[in-house]
Each structure stands twice: as structure tokens, then as C-alpha cells.
């Protein structure tokens, strides 16, 4: 079978497609044919390197993914040769305290497929059975890779960490990315006002036709008081914040009192600053987040079935074009999410 492969860090030269031996499931596991497979902001930093986080070599890469069940494992139950599948993007033992209470993502044990093992970027996968579900009817396999990470990391971010509330007033900065596309449709379905940030015309358009209220071009100098400026000065409830520095320092003043900022990500750099008095004189609060919990996401596709929830996607390739897709994420032009299919020509 073909696998996209790295065996260094660098930049987009260093993805290869390689033939490889196709891997057979074990007792407990499923053999996938994947579909479908989106690439995230993750799959960059794993083939640039991070610092402190060593990858083994070589590594296949991809963390979202749709497939169709190729074989069964001895032992497992439930699902069947032929059904299509959502390939869940973590993993863990399921034996910690977190785990069983549901909060798999904060086990210490937790970890992301194409970053702490092989991904989905292959034309076949095998993995345990626990971590497939059906794919919801009428959801195409190609949309419904573009949801789990993305949408997982969301719900992560304002229901589990922000505890977002009805009526209250959410900034998503960079509304148009992967996350961004997520967090607008999320908010609104949980009942908020959301104000969104994009870079173009086209960006910003495809902002409202996703939810939101208001949309404010971050390009701009002191875009931040177009925001203070639609919430008659209050500023906002939440803050979705995942560029960085780049954003950093606007996105904090555009908190209302009480107001609370949570991160994912950090795409343009890992250090921001912080302002302790303007923290505490307005009760601010600052929280980090990382995925979300899997029980979430047969409620997010429960909703993409139904139509309250879509996965944006930018554009289709074959797995042989990965090298195009990771240059033009990085070059930012690049609207929701680029899907690969393996197998295509």
C-alpha cells in the first residue's frame, strides 16, 4: 500500500509517498481502508519538528480520517466488513482516572495519531476497534474527514474549558481556519453572538455565511477597537484564540470584565505577553486547551448528519499531492480544511 511518510523534519520536500506493507489487524483491532484524510495545522509542526518532542522515524502522518472496514480482528463485535467509519484522532489506554470519567484527553497517556504514533495518511490503517464509529447516513466520507480534529478541539475549547453560556458574546480570531470554521458554528449553536476575524473579503464572506453575527478584518491596525466598537465598549465574554503573537496582545483587549481567553495553539510563534494588572483589575481569566473529549464527537456528527454543523473544506487532492497542500496551509491560503484521498489520481 502507499503511506505518506516523513523520515526528517523539514519542510514540504521532506513528505514522501512510499509503498509499504499493508498492515494486518491484530486481536481487538479493525483494518480500515481509509477514505478520506484532512490535514491539520499539527501535521506542520510534526514535519517541521517541536522542540522537546522527539518523533520516531519514519512517521506516517495525518490525524483525521474516514475509511471503510477492510477486516476484523479476532474479538471484535459491533461493526462489519464493508461499514464506513470516522477514525477517532486520539488515543489512550483507557485505564486512568481521566479516562474513566470521561476526560480521555487529560490522561497522561493521551496522544494524537500521526504525532505520538502513525496517522491516517495511508491507503489502509489498522487500529483498535474502540476507536472507529459508524459514519453517520448521508455524511460524506470526504466532508466527514474534514470534522474530528478540528471540531473535537472547538467543543474542547468553549464547552469544556470556557463553559460558553447562552447570550454571552464569543471573538474567534482567524474565523475561516480549520478551528476557526469549527468554533463559529459551535458558538452559535450554543446559542452566543459571535464576532469573527478574517483576512479578505472572501474570507470574511465565508465568515457570515458560517454564523457569524459580526466579522472584522484582523489585517487592519487596531482591529480590536472595531470589536470594542460592535459590544458598545463592553468587549466580549470569550476569546478563541489560536495564532499567537500575532494576535496575542489585541485579543486581550477586547475582553470584557470577567471575560476569558482560551488557547489552542500558537501558529505564528510559542511566546505571548501578559499584562498582570489589566489581568486581575478585570478578573480575567486565561486557559489553555488541548482536543476534547471523545465523547463528543458522535454529538458533533450527530449534528454535521443533521445538518446544524459543516466541515469546511477548501479543496480535494490525491495523497500524491501532499507536498502542495502542506505549501499552501503554510502560505495561509487556505480556507477550512484540505482533504486527501488516498488511491486518487
Known amino acids: 500500500m502507499q503511506a505518506l511518510r516523513i523520515h526528517a523534519h ?77 477514525l477517532e484522532p486520539g488515543f489512550s489506554s483507557g485505564e486512568s482516572a481521566e479516562d474513566k470519567a470521561g ?40 466532508q466527514g474527514a474534514a470534522v474530528p480534529l478540528v471540531f473535537l478541539t472547538a467543543w474542547g475549547l ?20 480549520g478551528v476557526g470554521s469549527a468554533a463559529i458554528q459551535l458558538a452559535k449553536l450554543h446559542g452566543a453572538r459571535v464576532i469573527a476575524t478574517a483576512g479578505t473579503k472572501a474570507k ?13 478584518d484582523h489585517s487592519v491596525e487596531a482591529w480590536d477597537k472595531q470589536v470594542k466598537k460592535l459590544t458598545a465598549g463592553r468587549g466580549v465574554d470569550v476569546v478563541v484564540e489560536h495564532v499567537g503573537p500575532a494576535t496575542w496582545d489585541a485579543a486581550m483587549r477586547c475582553l470584557a470584565r470577567c471575560g476569558r481567553l482560551v488557547t489552542c495553539g500558537g501558529t505564528t510563534g510559542p511566546k505571548v505577553s501578559l499584562l498582570l494588572p489589566h489581568m486581575f483589575i478585570k478578573n480575567l ?12 464527537l458522535p454529538q458533533i456528527f450527530a449534528h454535521v448528519a443533521a445538518g446544524r454543523l459543516r466541515p469546511v473544506v477548501d479543496r480535494v487532492l490525491p495523497l500524491s499531492a501532499a507536498r502542495e497542500a502542506h505549501t499552501l ?17
Open 158 to 177: 468553549l464547552v469544556s474549558r470556557a463553559q460558553l453560556k447562552a447570550g454571552e458574546t464569543v471573538l474567534v480570531l482567524a474565523g475561516t481556519s
Open 103 to 142: 476526560l480521555d484527553h487529560l490522561s497522561a497517556d493521551y496522544g494524537i495519531r500521526g504525532e505520538h504514533g502513525d496517522g491516517f495518511d495511508a491507503e489502509y490503517v489498522t487500529l483498535p476497534a474502540r476507536f472507529v464509529f459508524p459514519l453517520p447516513a448521508g455524511v460524506d466520507p470526504v
Open 329 to 345: 496551509l503554510e502560505a495561509r491560503q487556505v480556507a477550512g480544511k484540505i482533504v486527501l484521498v488516498p488511491g486518487a489520481s
Open 285 to 296: 481569566s486565561v486557559l489553555g486547551s488541548t482536543m476534547g473529549p471523545r465523547s463528543a
Open 204 to 216: 470574511r464572506e465565508l465568515a457570515r455565511q458560517l454564523g457569524a453575527d459580526e466579522v472584522v
Open 10 to 86: 523539514g519542510g514540504p520536500e521532506v513528505l514522501t509517498v512510499e509503498d509499504i506493507p499493508r498492515p494486518e489487524p491484530k486481536a481487538g483491532e479493525v483494518l480500515v481502508r481509509v477514505l478520506a484524510a484532512s490535514i491539520n495545522h499539527l501535521d506542520l509542526w510534526v514535519r517541521r519538528g517541536m522542540p522537546g518532542f522527539p518523533v520516531p522515524f519514519p512517521r506516517i502522518l495525518g490525524c483525521d480520517g474516514t475509511g471503510e472496514i477492510a477486516a476484523l480482528g479476532a474479538g471484535v463485535s459491533g461493526l462489519s466488513v464493508g461499514q464506513k467509519v470516522v
